[in-house]
């Protein structure tokens, strides 16, 4: 039998669900390992005799064994390996950690496969906000892997980063980790970015374009760097061309008062920066937007309504469809709701192609609203593409395995 869970990620049947470990040397792979659904089946010999072979099944293509009293199901647990590998990131604590202690992150932020590389498969990017981790998606990826076709046509990524460090450098991350997995896995479906709050300005960075004159206005002389410099990198860039469309949940677009506030002075005293950073932009620290008195800026100044670069990037059309998910906990008047941190105001974008406002808080990402809507728009992308795998149960009817094997 099947264990009580997320409804869609399990299914009763016959077999028993183990988890699988598949230790890779891709350098996106959780710390855990990958870890992969199982179901162990006994299955008849050919010709038949009084034994039977044991076979491990993928659950999620072999529905279902032929057997003497006819087809019967396969048993699913799907919610195992991803409570298993931790995929979703680390505990919860050490987004404080990483917010504060940005120095003890190892190296640049990475994207973290929730499964093996499959190129049939489109990538969902999910990128984490303020004080965060990948582990905050776990409800979500849930969710979202319990609807088949989803699951059939999307292969869940996280960006995992610092978030202490300035926004800039973090979108600058992002896009170069993007580049490191097409560089390694060659060219990619299109993909979907989903970010979350901070999440959400990284990646409006990743379709947007700002251009040398922009960047000049945002830090003089900045555009005269040379080309690899990483403080002209982050302020002068193109908008990807393998990124479909992207959605912000309770994102500020325009900043956040919360982060000009004396609370948020007093955190920013906390925060200590990567020495390899620091020593990398000593000489070109004044180039990055908020730099105060010659010390590089972090996340919080860079999340400030008076931000620079926030502005210069809220100036930007993104070059692909967006989405928008605000919360209102419950207000009526839109115009003047807040979700907690950010206001309806800063969140807004008119160009979106769709926004939805949902009665919850900043952390409202896995509210029965949000992920409706998301799970709409997931749906929406792949019927454009029309290599997305659009029926599931065939697809799997195609994989049942042999007697005996």
Known sequence: RARVG?????????????????????????????????TLVALPKHPPTRCCDAALVDPDLVGSVHTAHGELPVAMDLEAPLDATRATGPRWFEGLANLLRTDRFAGPGRVVFLEPYDPAKRPLVLVHGLMSTP?????????????????????????????????????????????????????????????????????RAQVSRIAPEEAERISPGVSAL????????????????????????????????LAANSLAAWGVRLIRLPEWLVGELAYYSHHFPDAREGRLPTSIHGLSPNSRFLRALDKTRPAVPVHTVVGTRGRSDLASSSDGVVSYTSAHLYFAESEIAVPTGHGGFAHPLAVAELRRILHEALAEDPSAASEPESRRATRKPAHGR
Do not use: C
């Not at 009763?12 to 988890?19: K, S, W």
């Not at 699951?151 to 990524?157: D, E, P, V």
């Not at 302020?235 to 912000?248: K, M, N």
């Open 135 to 203: 582990r905050m998606w776990a409800p979500l990826v849930k969710a979202l892997l319990a609807d088949e076709r989803i699951r059939a046509g999307y292969q869940i990524w996280a960006f995992y980063y610092p978030t202490g460090q300035p926004v800039p450098l973090s979108a600058v991350q992002l896009r170069e980790a993007l580049d490191e997995v097409e560089e390694r896995h060659g060219p990619l479906k299109p993909m979907v970015l989903v970010g979350h709050s901070m999440g959400g300005i990284l990646s």
């Open 6 to 38: 997320e409804p869609g990620l399990h299914r009763a049947g016959l077999g028993l669900p183990l988890v699988g470990r598949i230790d890779s040397a891709d350098p996106n792979v959780p710390r855990s390992g990958f870890h992969v659904p199982l």
């Open 226 to 257: 040379p080309a690899d410099n990483l403080a002209r990198r982050a302020l002068i860039f193109e908008p990807r061309t393998d990124v479909s469309r992207v959605v912000f949940q309770f994102t500020p677009h325009r900043g956040s008062r």
